[in-house]
């Protein structure tokens, strides 16, 4: 399946596995890679810039094809050294940088002087076209649907894909709320060049997450998340356990940020994540997970979706199509 | 173009312009069919039985071709003779009914032995299991984007769609967010039969709307729309003007339904509606007033929805196909 994203950034198939914390490591990103999508691992997973370093050239050693590594600049301050981060990677030889959280204005220049093309992430219209002004070479737009955070907007893939396609002249990779070939077929329909899975990707064999959390996303319906932190306007979709139902009746009671941080604190986010106990901590998770049935390899899971696609569209939607 | 649904329904393109009060009209319903999709007229926007009787026959006199009238039951107790409505349709010779609010339960029989066919318009796929178990015909699902109510669990149209059309054996028609030939083809892709639209019918020269109000409709953007009534969990999607942002920071400061009647009372729909004053009223309207830049016939409106959805499934989404 060729698209201006497949061109553009050299891969078989318009299929993006966005980075995500945790899970973005060189063995996901590698087998995404491999099976002919793009892996992205996640530059704050790794604790320093050595270890980031360490890890793209795990991930270099793992697969030629290209992969991406994401640097998600925080809206609150950290503690992170973001230029050594930027450092490691403009000399590690990858050639494509996924940006989200913050503007990528300040790393923009150094990205384009090592000919990195630059994916960012985005949740609205406005903002992705203040990064088409900035050079990057592609925007994720990350629909209402989305784990993780969607911002304060409200806007379905439905709605917010095509409108983004329409406003932007650089290809636009659509986010959120797909995890299948119908998603695939009908982000491609509104007008965007590919798609970006991060749910779908955790229930897959090389994840790095405990079964546990693989099988309880198999189990989600569409009802399935919540939506939390909307009252201090950072709102994130999650996986609907008794944690992130806990913070959402603190916060319609009218909690404050600080009620609600330390009951977050008081939960064990890292007991959920390597355990599998789902109710020990916050797990994200999109809606997509409505469509995980199954853990398969990579490899499997994209040459489904490839497949189901273009049976929809060289067989179902052709078949609708010049009849009456 | 032919799906499912225009084979059972007999009509040429899989459009429908859902019940809208006060909009669905006979003239508006026998202009979306005579282009081929399907009218459908609101039984409550006449103000008797014996007016509804004369809509209908009003309808039939400027069409051949079949339309629907909807009968929608509010959740909160009315004066209105529904049994005398649903009369005045079984006896009328229309072929095709549109039920929304309630369950259409009580009214099935009698539209079936009228030979009838039944759309039920549902927010849930628990909901719409439950009208295909009562007999009704197709299902039209509403995603969050949509106008009017959406209901409570705010999943959007992306995942709506396909998580009903996979659970569903009939026909299910996609809604909410759809004003173009983008949303039609990929409505198809995600697995539904067709698709209804209300937002952009109110946007055309047969839609007995003041040029006002469709103007405003044409100057939308994604985010354009508020979200009311949340807090009594009638959640409400309507046009963003300052009575609905000023329902919304009442809502916000804890305000209780008095308050909100009271000052909802106190501003003029009536005159918003009949003078194009947008800000007089409350005005219901869905995202996809985004995808509005005109105001078209119904003919023009349909031909060119199905020919860009035509030209997307035969050039865009084929070419894409079959090539690495």
């Known amino acids: ?91 590690s030889g990858v050639k494509i940088v996924e940006t989200a959280g913050r503007s990528p204005e300040p790393f923009m220049p150094f990205f384009k002087a090592a000919g ?50 329409q406003a932007l002249k650089i290809p636009v990779v659509a986010s959120g709320g797909i995890a299948d070939g119908r998603g695939l077929a009908a982000a491609l329909a509104l007008g965007c060049d590919g798609v970006n899975m991060g749910t779908r990707f955790m229930a897959t064999q090389e994840a790095p997450i405990h079964q546990g959390i693989k099988d309880k996303i198999v189990e989600m319906d569409e009802n399935q998340t919540q939506i939390i932190f909307r009252s201090y306007r950072n709102t994130a979709r999650v996986y609907k356990n008794s944690v992130a139902m806990k913070v959402a009746e603190i916060e319609a009671a009218g909690g ?4 609600v941080h330390e009951y977050v604190s008081g939960s064990n986010q890292e007991r959920a994540w390597t355990t599998g106990d789902i109710d020990a901590g916050m797990v994200t ?40």
Do not use: W
């Not at 629909?143 to 709605?159: S, T, W, Y």
């Not at 404050?256 to 009620?259: A, C, N, R």
């Not at 997509?288 to 490839?306: H, M, N, Q, W, Y």
């Not at 569209?313 to 052709?318: G, N, T």
């Open 116 to 165: 990195i093309k630059v994916i960012h992430k985005c949740v609205t219209v406005r903002h992705s076209l203040a990064a088409e002004r900035l050079g990057v070479d592609v925007v994720s737009i990350d629909g209402f649907e989305c784990a993780g955070h969607p911002g304060e907007q409200d806007v379905g893939g439905l709605v917010l894909f095509p409108a983004a396609a």
């Open 256 to 259: 404050g940020f600080d009620e």
């Open 1 to 91: 399946m060729r698209t201006r994203l497949t061109d553009l950034l050299g891969i078989e198939t318009p299929i993006i596995c966005g980075g995500m914390m945790r899970v973005g490591t060189a063995d996901l990103a590698a087998a995404v890679s491999n099976a002919g999508g793009l892996g992205i691992m996640t530059a704050l997973t790794q604790k320093t810039p050595e270890g980031l370093k360490a890890e793209i050239e795990k991930c270099q050693a793992l697969t030629d094809k290209p992969f991406g590594v994401n640097i998600t600049v925080g809206v609150v301050a950290t503690q992170v050294d973001y230029g050594a981060l930027v450092e490691v990677i403009v000399n």
């Open 285 to 324: 998770a999109g809606m997509s997970g409505a469509f995980v049935d199954d853990v398969p390899t990579c490899k499997e899971l994209i040459e489904r979706i490839v497949g189901d696609a273009e049976r929809i569209i060289s067989q179902r939607l052709a078949g609708m199509v010049g009849q009456s």
